[in-house]
């Protein structure tokens, strides 16, 4: 069973606009919850987590997240987008003892 | 302090041919774990380990070995490389099993013909 959904395969901006990416997960528990960040021949790079308590997170590059248990759902948000943020974004959550990632949201930045 | 070290970057195989992907971490991580990503899949686990000596498979295994010696190192093993193993493949360790981030080395980009 597919743990977690990245709805959006590919999301094209403005920069200077907002941005939000989705994220929904499905664990009865309460989940452990990542967002990582790939540009391009690199590996991933952590941008935030959830584990518990405070349900909007803040992480690097300015981003921040949300957890919300009524809709499973865990979306990164960014108010201001500058173009080195064009990436591929994941969302992952941990299950047992393994990690369980989305299949990715590419983000493009347009001038 | 170089974190999670894969060698090689690159390598091409022919099918059948065996290999090893090395990955080494230097923070003295418990838990590592090796991934493949594919375009549209993201990335799926193949094996991980919580420590010395203790290995166990993720979602995709088949093809694939593994082994835990010492905390520093987790070898990946091709058997008999496939067509089907072309991929990118990324070495990542924690502090802790589940609750801690993974910190990722740069990945192997591997193709079989």
């Known amino acids: 069973a597919q743990s977690v959904t990245q709805p959006d395969i590919h999301i094209t901006v403005s920069e200077g606009a907002s941005l939000e990416l989705r994220c929904n997960y499905s664990y009865g528990a309460t989940p452990y919850l990542f967002w990582y960040v790939q540009s391009p021949g690199q590996g991933l790079q952590l941008l935030l987590k959830y584990f518990s308590g405070d349900t909007l997170v803040q992480g690097i590059k300015g981003f921040e997240a949300e957890f919300k248990r009524s809709q499973s759902s865990f979306n990164l948000r960014k108010p201001s987008v500058h173009w080195s943020d064009a990436a591929e974004y994941f969302c992952a959550v941990v299950r047992g003892n393994q990690f369980y990632f989305g299949t990715g949201t590419s983000l493009t930045v347009i001038p | 302090n170089a974190g999670v070290t894969q060698t090689p970057k690159f390598q091409v195989l022919k099918t059948g041919q065996s290999m090893t992907l090395q990955c080494a971490q230097d923070?003295?991580?418990?838990?590592m774990s090796w991934y493949r990503q594919d375009p549209g899949m993201g990335l799926r686990l193949i094996h991980y380990s919580v420590g010395a000596g203790i290995t166990d498979q993720g979602e995709v295994p088949n093809g694939y070995n593994v082994s835990r010696s010492t905390t520093e190192d987790f070898p990946l093993r091709l058997l008999s490389a496939a067509p089907s193993q072309t991929s990118v493949y990324f070495c990542?360790?924690?502090?802790?099993?589940?609750?801690?981030?993974?910190?990722f080395g740069d990945g192997t980009r591997l193709s079989i013909l």
């Open positions: 923070m003295n991580h418990e838990y």
């Open positions: 990542a360790s924690s502090a802790d099993r589940g609750n801690q981030p993974q910190h």
